[in-house]
């Protein structure tokens, strides 16, 4: 059954670093997804990606924060100056249609130091 | 905004014991009400989409219900491997990005 991967599993970083977390959505999938989930805190949408632009982002995507599809396969979300507040599990997901279930990946810890 | 709300946080049943979990909600233009599943450390699993009041969804021992306000996950004869944070989420009209509730903390004790 196709899934979404993501890696790393875990990133350590110190703060003030650039991160690039990056992700395989499901192959067929169109549209892609970033979100984040605090510790003990509800899941966040943080941006939404489709035909090589972004389509719609939150007010926690700020301008430390991108997205690329830098090739056919991975979609990839940067972190230019990590802080402390970053430090979260960050989920890429994709969905074929706009309007269907968006599928999500195993998630990159990111703990920022 | 669109607003989603679950409870009770946490639920803890006996193994066979049936309960349902509820999801209240407000959105502009629903496009789609989601529960997945969520186990630690993972991501969350898709389970059911549901579009309209008076929809229902079936899997297994689990059934998701729609209102006009709210959705209830009914889960009956409940196994330890049901055990996991059961999620709801909503997309309102002209969204891409879900808006998830907290979660309930399911455990089902043997």
């Known amino acids: 059954e196709p899934e979404v991967t993501q890696t790393p599993s875990h990133q350590v970083t110190q703060m003030g670093q650039e991160v690039i977390l990056r992700c395989v959505p499901i192959?067929?999938?169109?549209?892609f997804y970033w979100y984040r989930q605090i510790l003990g805190q509800k899941v966040e949408f943080l941006v939404s990606f489709y035909n090589n632009e972004i389509s719609e982002k939150s007010e926690i995507f700020d301008d430390q924060f991108s997205v690329e599809r830098p090739d056919g396969s991975n979609f990839t979300l940067k972190i230019r100056s990590t802080k402390l507040e970053d430090s979260a599990m960050y989920f890429c997901?994709?969905?074929?249609?706009?309007?269907?279930?968006?599928?999500f990946g195993p998630g990159t810890r990111l703990t920022v130091l | 905004e669109d607003q989603v709300t679950q409870s009770p946080e946490a639920l803890r049943l006996q193994e066979g014991e049936s309960s349902s979990l509820n999801c209240s909600y407000t959105v502009s233009g629903l496009r789609g009400l989601f529960w997945y599943r969520q186990d630690p450390g993972k991501g969350p699993e898709f389970l059911f989409t549901l579009y309209s009041a008076g929809e229902e969804k079936e899997k297994e021992r689990l059934k998701a219900t729609l209102t006009k306000k709210e959705s209830f996950l009914h889960i009956t004869a409940p196994k330890p491997e049901d055990s996991a944070t059961y999620l709801c989420a909503v997309r309102g009209g002209g969204a891409d990005g879900l808006t998830f509730g907290k979660g309930t903390h399911l455990i089902i004790q043997p």
């Open positions: 192959s067929n999938h169109l549209y």
């Open positions: 997901a994709s969905s074929d249609r706009n309007v269907n279930e968006q599928f």
